[in-house]
């Protein structure tokens, strides 16, 4: 599992200071916004291969962490996202856990079932997909087997 320091964190002032004290704290702190929890996704970039991290929001399928791009319902995926398409291999921190992970874009029916749990877990998704055309992915970080 690589370190903190070999990863660009997002370039939004606020998401950076999230994932570091998230990273920092050992997932003890950072976990959530507004109460909804957050993990953390190292991911790597498409055109540069650098490896970058973010703070999303998750649900839950089972073991599985779900993500959504939802971009606030912007009418474009957000960057993270196609870079996921082009690199699935993640790197996941979920509280004090870390653990390597693929990226599976969910297909419409397995949508359609979490879509209500991913609505109690952050409701302005609702808003969010009512702003767009465009249909928000949802994202199964499947852990890597041992």
């Known amino acids: 599992m690589a370190q903190q320091d070999d990863v660009v964190v997002s370039p939004s002032d606020w998401v950076a200071d999230q994932a570091r004290e998230y990273a920092e704290s050992g997932g003890t702190r950072g976990t959530d916004m507004n109460g909804s929890p957050c993990l953390l996704l190292d991911y790597k970039g498409r ?5 970058r991290r973010t703070v ?3 649900g839950l399928d089972g073991d599985d962490p779900l993500i959504v791009a939802s971009k606030g319902g912007a009418d474009e995926h957000p960057l993270w996202y196609l870079n996921l398409q082009a690199n ?11 653990f390597e992970a693929t990226a599976e874009t969910l297909t419409p029916e ?13 409701p302005p998704y609702a808003d969010y997909q ?4 465009r249909d928000i992915p ?4 499947r852990r890597a087997k041992a």
């Open 88 to 98: 699935p291999e993640v790197r996941v921190q979920v509280g004090p856990e870390r």
């Open 138 to 141: 949802v994202v199964r970080l």
């Open 56 to 58: 999303l929001i998750y």
């Open 47 to 51: 055109k540069s291969g650098v490896w």
């Open 110 to 122: 397995e949508k359609a079932r979490v879509w209500p749990h991913l609505l109690d877990v952050y």
């Open 130 to 133: 009512a702003k767009t055309e």
